[in-house]
Structure formats: structure tokens, C-alpha cells
């Protein structure tokens, strides 16, 4: 993560993708321009590090010059360019190749259209190195793409953002989201669990998101995610990772104000800790702690027995059917405390003692979060 001026920008392309991607561009030109010598115009500013990168990969021999444009203000495109340096020599019969680092909504290639309009050139050709398709509003042609990318300010690689980032020689994105504290709440049965999620979803302002509420939401209401749950349950077969992760996709954009998440319930395996992983990336965010209760089998089915009693639940009457729900919860979670530990993510909690006791030691853990 960066910071330049105010804002708070993440990596996004690395350098060694941006070799890859420019390698890739240099020998799709060079195929198509054969026997040409062309001549490379890069746009200045910005396409300063890329014509410099660009003509070193590019197989053949070719001429190459700069014209310099403006049209950024801040974060946002003018329709107003200014032509700082035109061209300094005579065009006519070349085949040109226009070099930009980027293409937003067009403004500025609409502009260089205009220079090469009286030129006379054999043929003009446009390549540029990244392609914003949602901004773009015009229709000329753009001959080589190197990367479509999402509408977002990026920066690094001769891009910059009030004139800082020219200099960084990989791409970063603006971060758009505000930090969050995301938890993955744990506990075998008995352990307090739900209580515990109550109170630190209130104290904390995080949105409590029940894998098991969450099914019964969505087929309830019969959206269409739930509906092709319920079509893998009905089959009695396992609703696939991903279709878990569409649904907590929705809880998580349903509140876009939130402070961050409780997830409960899920995940249960590596490979779906890894798709939480990802789903958190994709928001600019991260799963910032693994909490897991920690309570005494004896206890535990002292509790549960207990509960049986007055709650009903068969599933609390029978002691052999408790041990086993709580041997299961161990074995299921072993693997994912391995994968939170790796991460210094694990945090253990003694969840023996009153309700506010803790209530006190979870957040005790969760204040320490950085
Ligand atoms: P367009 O005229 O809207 O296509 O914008 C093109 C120019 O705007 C580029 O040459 C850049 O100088 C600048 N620009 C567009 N998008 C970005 C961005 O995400 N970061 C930094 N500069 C940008
Ligand atoms: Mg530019």
C-alpha cells in the first residue's frame, strides 16, 4: 500500500506483468509493420516510461519522437487538452504508431486524431498500454490494447496523480473502500458463540453475516442464488464454494457502510478461507482476525445437556450425539487454524466465565487489531 497526497493507493500490476504485457505489445506490432521502419510518438507525460521500455523490446529498427498533451486535473479527465509540444517533423509516407499509457474517456486521442488529420501519413496506428472501455467514449479504433483495466484511477509507470507516482515502476489503484475489521468467529457448540456475536456486532459496529441465516435468507426469498442452492440440496449434494461466496458477495455490497463483518460459519475448509481471502481483496479489504472460542469439553457438554432440558432440541439431549458435534468441530477447524495461524491471524479466546468476562477478552483482541 502507498499513500501520494491524500489518498491510498494498492499494488495492482507488478513490474514484471507490465514486461510481459509490453513484450507481448512489441512483437504484435512488429509482426503486423513487418518491413516498415515506424516511427513510435509517445504521449507525454505519462507514456515517458513505457516508449522507453516499449522501443527496447521492439525487434526492428524505428524512429522515435514525443508530443506533449494535458488533460488530467486531479482525479478526473478534462475534455479540454492543451497541446504543449506538437510535432517537430514531417510525417508524410510514415507509418506512425501512437504510444499512450493510457486511454480514459478518449478526449486526448480524439486530439491527436485532429494533429495527424493534414499529416499525410501512410497509416496511423493506436496502442496504448492500458484501456479504460467503461470511460471511453469515442469510437476510434485502438489497433493494441495492452490491458483492459476497471474505471479507477491507477498510478506508477509514468502515471501520476498530482504529479506524484511517474516515478514508481509498478501500477498501484486507488483504494476506494475505509478500512473495516473483519472477524471469522469460531466456537464449538455450547461455546457462546451467537451471544458473543450479538454484542460484538453492536459494541463494534460490524454486521454479523450467519452462513446458516444467510441459506435460509436467500431460499426463503427465493433469489435466484437461493434457488440454486436449494436445486444442490435437494439433490442432497454440496452447495459449491462459490455459490456460498455469491451469497456472501451480496451480504457484504448490501451493507457498504459497514464497519466490517462477523463471518460465522463459514469458512470450514482451506480452499473456501482462501475464497473469503479473495472476496475481501476484491473489496479493497482483509479478514483481520480468526476468533475462536475456547471452552472445555466438559464443560461444554455440561452446557449443552443443560440446554437440552428446557430447549428441546434432540440434538441436545444425547450426550454421545454432543461429544461427537464437538470431536467434528475440532477436526474441521484444525485446518483452519493452521491457515490463520500461518498468517498470525489465530486468536484464542477463554470462553469460560460470565457473558461481559468475555465479551471483555474478545475485545480485548479485537482493540488490538491494527
Ligand atoms: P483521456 O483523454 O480521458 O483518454 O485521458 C487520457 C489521459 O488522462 C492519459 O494520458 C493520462 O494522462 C490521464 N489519465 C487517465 N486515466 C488515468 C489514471 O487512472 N491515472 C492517471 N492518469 C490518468
Ligand atoms: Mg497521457
Same mark, same amino acid.
Given at each position: ?10 499494488? =495492482? ?40 521500455? =516499449?522501443?527496447?523490446? @521492439? ?12 488533460? @488530467? ?16 517533423? %514531417? ?29 499525410? *501519413? ?23 490494447? $495492452? ?10 509507470? $509514468? ?20 478500512? #473495516? ?10 461455546? /457462546?458463540?451467537?451471544?458473543?456475536? !450479538? ?36 439433490? /442432497? ?9 455469491? #451469497? ?12 466490517? =463483518? ?8 482451506? !480452499? ?17 482476525? #480468526? ?9 461444554? *457438554?455440561?452446557?449443552?445437556? %443443560? ?11 444425547? !450426550? ?7 470431536? !467434528? ?9 493452521? =491457515? ?7 486468536? /484464542?479466546?477463554?470462553?469460560? $466465565? ?10 480485548? *483482541? ?5
Amino acid at each position: 500500500m502507498i499513500k501520494l497526497h491524500d489518498l491510498i493507493f494498492k499494488p =495492482f500490476v507488478s513490474s514484471q506483468q507490465l514486461d510481459e504485457i509490453i513484450g507481448r505489445m512489441a512483437s504484435e506490432i512488429a509482426a503486423d509493420l513487418k518491413d516498415e521502419v515506424p516511427v513510435f510518438i509517445g504521449i507525454l507525460n505519462g507514456s515517458f516510461m513505457l516508449v522507453s521500455d =516499449f522501443v527496447k523490446k @521492439y525487434p526492428h529498427p524505428c524512429e522515435v519522437t514525443f508530443i506533449k498533451l494535458a488533460s @488530467y486535473e486531479g482525479l478526473k479527465s478534462t475534455e479540454d487538452i492543451q497541446r504543449l509540444i506538437g510535432l517537430t517533423q %514531417d510525417l508524410t509516407g510514415r507509418t506512425v504508431v501512437i504510444l499512450e499509457d493510457i486511454i480514459d474517456t478518449g478526449s486526448t486521442l480524439h486530439e491527436v486524431h485532429r494533429i495527424f488529420k493534414n499529416e499525410n *501519413v501512410k497509416q496511423l496506428k493506436i496502442a496504448t498500454l492500458f484501456f479504460k472501455p467503461e470511460a471511453y467514449n469515442k469510437d476510434f479504433k485502438l489497433h493494441y490494447v $495492452g490491458l483492459e483495466i476497471p474505471d479507477k484511477f491507477i498510478v506508477g509507470y $509514468g502515471l501520476d496523480y498530482n504529479g506524484l507516482g511517474r516515478d514508481l515502476p509498478e501500477v498501484y489503484q486507488l483504494k476506494t473502500t475505509q478500512y #473495516m475489521t473483519n472477524l471469522v468467529l469460531f466456537g464449538p457448540p455450547g461455546a /457462546g458463540k451467537g451471544t458473543q456475536a !450479538e454484542f460484538l456486532k453492536d459494541k463494534y459496529n460490524l454486521v454479523h453475516i450467519s452462513t446458516g441465516d444467510v441459506f435460509r435468507f436467500n431460499i426463503k426469498n427465493e433469489t435466484a442464488l437461493g434457488m440454486l442452492a436449494k436445486s444442490y440440496m435437494d439433490r /442432497g449434494e454440496l452447495v459449491p464454494d462459490q455459490l456460498t461466496i455469491d #451469497m456472501l458477495n451480496a451480504e457484504v455490497e448490501k451493507n457498504q457502510d459497514a464497519k466490517g =463483518f462477523i463471518f460465522d460459519g463459514f469458512p470450514r475448509t482451506n !480452499e473456501q478461507a482462501k475464497a473469503l481471502d479473495a472476496l475481501m481483496e476484491s473489496k479493497d479489504s482483509q479478514i483481520n482476525a #480468526m476468533i475462536a472460542l475456547e471452552v472445555d469439553d466438559e464443560v461444554l *457438554v455440561k452446557r449443552l445437556l %443443560d440446554r437440552g432440558k428446557t430447549s428441546g432440541r434432540a440434538d441436545d439431549a444425547d !450426550e454421545n450425539i454432543i461429544r461427537n458435534r464437538i470431536t !467434528e468441530y475440532y477436526t474441521k477447524t484444525a485446518v483452519l487454524k493452521d =491457515f490463520y495461524s500461518e498468517q498470525n491471524k489465530y486468536f /484464542g479466546v477463554d470462553g469460560v $466465565g460470565s457473558i461481559e468476562e468475555i465479551t471483555q477478552r474478545l475485545s480485548k *483482541v479485537i482493540n488490538e487489531l491494527k
